[in-house]
DNA sequence: CGTATTTGACCGGCGC
DNA sequence: GCGCCGGTCAAATACG
């Protein structure tokens, strides 16, 4: 983890807290995983410093003052007061100072001469000091606490849809079988157990998508042949449900256009298999609106600009780049501001990168290959997916439903995130800058690593939106009952963990980094279910059941 | 001088 | 068959 987070944190409420300054001194939260730096935060101060040695200084040579062993044993009890009178507000960090001073002089008694007094205010100061420090750690006892009850809330919702994943895939296999058995054969191949659309590879490196060799000709050919109407079918469906185009700005010639004329160039005749299982992931497209200055979002891959043209219908040039990281990555993006909004930039992402990936980069890939697996295996294979597309743009981002939205207007839909939007008023506004995926320099962020995805996303939201939650309302009122300075985690104090976690959960959700980080997350568990199940048409079930289960909460 | 970008030409598919 | 359109190529150009 990286001190970046802890560092955010605390400096999220207190502004005499520099955001920037080194690790030093700090204390490793095993739980958080990164330094939360109490004594730096006093140090910061413009005052402790001085405080902290004078004290020491004053305490040794005046022994009317109380030493700081004294003050030691008075500071629990300074700690529980403070506690119990602040039930009801507590600040990530953190208007210490002068939230209490008064009750803690109060503990003191009063000075007989000048230079007494000054000794004794000094050290109420350090009492005051110290106090403060041991409510910074409860409080980041506390947050610690909430950031657990997250991650365990979303560890269990995983659990949970893994386990409707299971049952949805054993339910509708069979009505596959009975109801749709013919068409859904043709893309799911159930029975048989082969993959004829396994578009993807979605491992944790990013690698490049899985070819189905298995399929025969005649089978290829008839797939082919019928995934026409079906993707027609799909098409209405999807018009009909949002009513509006996804592919960026496209007019409907354009998308019918380009439909047709890539499912003839990726089958242009029998011989289907791997050429056009490249080639149909490749055209799984995935769409990126984000506002930004920039003339390109930076997602941390390299870009070599190899086109440029006028599209219709929109007075903006659309550029065409493709992936430079590795020789031969089939990946392209269109980037075209918005003709309607010019501030918003939409990136159009196209096929799976056939090297690793740096972190940098692994968010957005690792999200519009989600969403790519996503749509393809939830629209094309599931009544759920073709009769309401939002099912996908909720999963993708449970947050809001208008947030994405799917296309399946083509043979090879697309899916567009919308990072556009705001919803959550608990979201503070970061500036119009450039976007940038969250991820901090020098920040190991291997999704094939041992952290759960779950984790790891959250872990990568909160490095860089954590400290725009509001939790002082929550932790106030129930978290910060009066207890030993560094207590254990406590599942008991359950009464605010709904809200708490509700809260937290809207904040969260709400960031357009962590849903793409969360969508990248999802695409790991799912890249491995891929990989453990070598690749069986389970996993389009799985993908499916995932969007269900999204859409039922 | 090497690399990246620009930009006009070219290609293939589709609609009329 | 022709024109339109999206997408790509590659020579020319710009840049460090």
Redesign the pocket.
């Known amino acids: 983890m990286d001190k970046g987070w802890g560092l955010t944190l605390d400096t999220s409420s207190s502004p005499s807290f520099p955001s920037n300054h080194p690790p030093t001194n700090d204390t490793m939260f095993p739980l958080l995983g990164f330094p939360v730096n109490l004594s730096r935060a006093s140090k910061d101060d413009h005052q402790t410093p001085k405080l902290l040695g004078e004290v020491d200084f004053f305490s040794d040579r005046n022994k009317s003052t109380p030493p700081p062993s004294l003050l030691h044993h008075v500071k629990p009890h300074i700690v529980k007061k403070e506690i119990d009178e602040t039930p009801l507000h507590v600040n990530t960090g953190l208007q210490l100072l002068t939230a209490n001073t008064g009750s803690d002089q109060s503990t003191v008694d009063d000075g007989l001469s000048s230079d007494a007094e000054d000794k004794r205010a000094k050290s109420t100061e350090l009492a005051h000091l110290q106090v403060e420090l041991q409510r910074m750690n409860a409080e980041n006892n506390k947050l610690k606490e909430m950031l657990s009850h997250v991650t365990g809330n979303y560890t269990a919702l995983q659990m949970h849809l893994m386990t409707l994943m299971q049952q949805n895939q054993r339910t509708e296999s069979t009505e596959n079988e009975v109801v749709q058995g013919k068409v859904e054969d043709k893309n799911h191949d159930i029975g048989g157990g082969k993959v004829p659309r396994q578009f993807l590879n979605i491992g944790p490196s990013g690698t490049t998508a899985e070819v189905d060799d298995q399929v025969s000709d005649s089978s290829s050919d008839e797939r082919t042949r019928s995934s026409t109407p079906q993707n027609n079918n799909i098409e209405v469906a999807a018009r009909n449900n949002n009513g509006k185009t996804e592919r960026e700005e496209?007019?409907d010639?354009?998308s019918?256009?380009?439909?047709?004329?890539?499912?003839?160039?990726v089958n242009?005749s029998n011989s289907v298999d791997q050429s056009t299982s490249e080639a149909t992931m490749r055209k799984a497209r995935v769409s990126v609106r984000a506002r930004s200055e920039a003339?390109m979002i930076s997602d941390g891959c390299?870009?070599?600009?190899?086109?440029?043209?006028?599209?219709?219908?929109?007075p903006c040039?659309?550029?065409?780049?493709?992936c430079?990281m590795a020789v031969g990555c089939p990946v392209?993006k269109?980037v075209q501001r918005c003709a309607e909004d010019r501030t918003i930039l939409v990136t159009?992402y196209?096929g799976t990168h056939n090297h690793p990936l740096p972190p940098a980069a692994m968010a957005m890939a690792s999200t519009t290959t989600a969403a790519a697996s996503m749509l393809l295996s939830g629209s094309m294979s599931s009544a759920d997916g073709i009769m309401n597309p939002n099912l996908l743009a909720r999963a993708i981002l449970p947050c809001s439903s208008s947030m994405a939205t799917l296309s399946a207007s083509a043979p090879f839909p697309t899916v567009t995130l919308d990072l556009t939007h705001n919803p959550n008023p608990l979201q503070f506004q970061r500036p119009a800058a450039p976007f940038q995926v969250p991820f901090l320099p020098g920040q190991p962020q291997n999704f094939g690593s041992g952290v759960t995805p779950i984790a790891q996303a959250q872990a990568l939201y909160n490095q860089s939106k954590f400290s725009g939650l509001q939790l002082s309302q929550e932790v106030g009122s129930s978290q910060l009952a009066p207890q030993a300075p560094r207590p254990p985690l406590q599942p008991s104090q359950q009464p605010s963990l709904a809200d708490t976690v509700s809260a937290a959960a809207t904040a969260i959700t709400a960031d357009p980094n962590f849903t793409a980080v969360l969508a990248a997350a999802i695409s790991s568990i799912i890249g491995g279910a891929h990989n453990a199940n070598n690749n069986n048409n389970t996993n389009n079930n799985t993908s499916r059941t995932t969007i269900s289960s999204f859409s039922g909460n």
Request: net charge positive.
């Open positions: 496209s007019p010639s354009e019918q256009g380009w439909a047709a004329n890539k499912l003839q160039k242009p003339p390299q870009w070599r600009k190899y086109g440029q043209k006028m599209a219709k219908g929109n040039p659309r550029a065409y780049y493709r430079t392209r269109q159009t196209e």
